[in-house]
């Protein structure tokens, strides 16, 4: 858990520098997640959602180079939303795309920790995410949602191990406004390589 804690903080670490996010390639194809997920869903969810979240978050950190070239504190300021929406899109999306003693020992068992995230996930109020977190503090794993695409570790200090997107694009196709059997079905195809 800590690796991953390390490798999410340095997501961003592209900024400041000359090189740009970009869209991860998936190391499956878009029809490997069926009958879970279907390739048409999954094709629109890495490239076109995915894919925007880079696209946008790359054009709000040129906003913010600018700003901060020319010392625009109002439009930093204004570039913030965009930098959590776009820049959380994108990191919720790449930990979405790619744990067991840690499971054992914070939650008893595998089906424990399924059972309560599946509840607290589906029960989403709007669209967000369902987390599996590592608290640094404690070094235990634990369950949290965040609205939106507000990212984990900004939002509870929790380090994403996994996360459930529970926006509307993430199911819609494929199980409408079911979004329970979305949740259930998505404990099938879950890498926990």
């Known amino acids: 858990p800590a690796e991953v804690a390390k490798s999410s903080a340095a997501l961003f670490s592209a900024y400041g520098g000359a090189k740009k996010h970009e869209l991860p ?9 069926e009958p879970a997920i279907s390739a048409e869903t999954m094709e629109l969810h890495h490239s076109k959602h995915h894919n925007t979240y880079v696209t ?8 913010m180079d600018s700003a901060l070239t020319s010392s625009d504190i109002s439009a930093l300021i204004g570039l913030q939303g965009a930098l959590k929406f776009n820049g959380g899109g994108h990191l919720n999306h790449t930990l979405f795309w790619d ?33 599996l977190g590592y608290n640094k503090s404690t070094g235990r794993l634990e369950i949290a949602t965040c609205a939106n695409q507000d990212p984990l570790e900004a939002t509870t200090s929790l380090a994403p191990l996994l996360g459930i997107d529970v926006w509307e694009h993430a199911y819609y196709v494929d199980y409408r406004n079911v979004r329970p059997d979305y949740v259930k079905n998505i404990w099938d195809i879950i890498n926990w390589e």
């Open 25 to 33: 390639t998936l190391t499956y194809d878009y029809a490997s997640l």
């Open 99 to 131: 744990l067991e003693s840690a499971i054992k020992e914070s939650f008893g068992d595998f089906e424990k920790l399924k059972t309560e995230m599946s509840a607290r996930t589906a029960a989403v109020q709007g669209s967000g995410w369902g987390w």
């Open 56 to 63: 946008n978050l790359n054009v709000t950190l040129e906003k």
